[in-house]
């Protein structure tokens, strides 16, 4: 079943697609509620708060590059995981990454209605609520069932109506700003305490947190090997500017003052008028319906690829992997997760998974970085047991004092698998870069809530129970 379904997935996410992915999984809502945030926590350094941890977080980011381009099959972390540290691990990572997802759809699905609500209010109240969840939810599932291209098509043009307003806003800004002002009054922007820095720091981590989106769709992405690294690191790195370009305007055109409605819309009130503050709020439900957009695309592969991998048995498992003849889409897997999310948005009971959320994603971060550090150890202990053997060391003494076992294929080449390469100063800097991601990943969980922690030991403790159960029943089949 898995080559067979495998084989009828298309490749219809290229080079600009993989890029839409992470730009619409990047930025959703956040955006619009952080410049306020961040004002208040850093004042006049704010800004470059964006590019310091933003280039940390880009060492996250070139993890996941390295990952999609040794492991190029559809699944994202859950196939890293299991590549890495086996079923239990890639079970219990897609389990609380798919809750994580699926939570921060359904919260979207709210977030858009709240600006739709701006502008037509009965959006937002009663029965009309849930019809427009129900209404949205559909179109969702229509449009990921109906083909990947069909799906990237609306994510291209959902893109341009996002970006087109923020390009004019930064552009028409920055025109009329009075930079004189800025000189005269450069020696306000003082490096806050550290605490302060910190605080302000966490805010711009989430703010690059969904970034993975597309690894997860590596299977339908054309040359993952070379697409997906670029996408992530390029489209990052954009992303990181963007942020500083909007929170320097936001700073110097409204200040320290909180905004009465969203901080953006307010920007654009200030810069265009009344018309410029709705321009923005229909801004800001097509950013939140291109994250949406997105994160349903990748998310229903999920599930998909854990039943690929036999993580998911019975008949649940083999219709969750099954590719629907005609439009060459996991049919099933995009159902149930429109389900799933359209479910907790009507009953409202997404909002205790979505304290886990953020440290879930957290996590799963931390395990895929493991992989990869995991992963080039390889070239290097391949290495000594060569060395051991030209020392006249038997290959059983040498493998006695180490568990790897020689892997010959081409994620070895890709790794420099010689020992003269090894020692380079690139793969010395390759080797950093994991651990410099992993210290980024352990202090942001640290600074996690104590009820975060208990409901993602929650959530383990239900996937452990669940893996455990359905391994039991592979066994006695």
């Known amino acids: 079943m898995s080559s067979e379904s495998k084989s009828l997935l298309t490749k219809g996410i290229g080079g600009i697609g993989a890029a839409l992915l992470v730009l619409n999984g990047l930025i959703g809502a956040g955006i619009f509620a952080l410049p ?39 699944g994202g972390p859950v196939v890293y995981a299991q590549k890495g540290f086996g079923d239990a691990a890639a079970f219990q990572t897609g389990f609380i990454y798919y809750l994580a997802r699926a939570t921060a759809i359904a919260a979207n699905m709210h977030v858009l209605l709240l600006y ?17 969840i129900i209404a949205l939810t559909t179109a969702l599932i229509v449009v ?32 009329q700003f009075d930079f004189s002002s800025v000189l005269t009054s450069s020696s306000e922007t003082v490096v806050p305490a550290f605490d302060t820095i910190s605080a302000g720091a966490l805010l711009t981590l989430y703010a690059f947190i969904g970034f993975e989106t597309v690894v997860v769709t590596s299977g339908e992405t054309s040359s993952p090997k070379k697409t997906i690294p670029r996408a992530l690191m390029l489209t990052v790195s954009g992303i990181a500017i963007f942020y500083f370009c909007v929170q320097w305007l936001y700073w110097h055109t409204v200040g320290p003052a909180k905004p009465d409605s969203a901080p953006l819309i307010a920007l654009a009130n200030m810069i265009f008028g009344e018309t410029g503050a709705l321009i923005m709020t229909l801004t800001a439900v097509v950013s939140v319906a291109g994250n949406l957009l997105a994160n349903m695309i990748s998310t229903s592969r999920l599930t998909f690829s854990m039943a690929q991998q036999s993580l998911i048995p019975g008949k649940l498992g083999q219709k969750l992997g099954e590719i629907h003849t005609s439009f060459a889409t996991p049919a099933v897997s995009i159902l149930i997760l429109g389900i799933f999310a359209g479910t907790m948005a009507l009953s409202g009971s997404f909002t205790w998974l979505a304290i886990s959320s ?51 294929s081409e994620k070895d080449a890709y790794f420099n698998g010689s020992a003269g390469a090894l020692a380079s100063p690139v793969n010395l800097f390759r080797r950093l870069i994991p651990f410099v991601a992993l210290a980024v990943c352990a202090w942001s969980i640290a600074q ?9 030991l929650g959530e383990l403790v239900v996937g452990a129970l669940l893996y455990f159960a359905q391994s039991n029943k592979i066994s006695k089949g």
């Not at 800004?47 to 590059?65: D, T």
């Not at 083909?147 to 028409?172: H, Q």
Request: charge should be positive.
């Open 116 to 132: 739709a609500g701006y502008v037509w209010p009965e959006l937002n109240a009663g029965i009309g609520k849930s019809f427009a």
């Open 144 to 175: 990921n069932i109906v083909g990947l291209k069909a799906a990237m098509r609306s994510l291209d043009a959902i893109s341009m109506l996002k970006l087109l307003p923020f390009v004019a806003l930064i552009g028409v800004g920055y025109w």
């Open 448 to 456: 996690s809530s104590t009820n975060a922690w208990l409901f993602l």
């Open 36 to 74: 306020a945030k961040m004002a208040a926590e850093l004042g006049a350094f704010s800004p470059y708060i964006f590019l310091i941890f933003g280039a940390l977080m880009l060492a996250i980011v070139w993890c996941f590059g390295q990952l999609a381009a040794l492991y190029q099959e559809t």
């Open 358 to 408: 953020v440290l879930a994603r957290l996590a799963v971060y931390a395990v895929c970085v493991m992989v990869l550090i995991k992963a080039q150890r390889a070239p290097l202990q391949r290495a000594l047991l060569q060395g051991a053997r030209l020392q006249g060391t038997s290959l059983q003494s040498a493998s006695s004092q180490s568990s790897f076992q020689p892997d010959t």
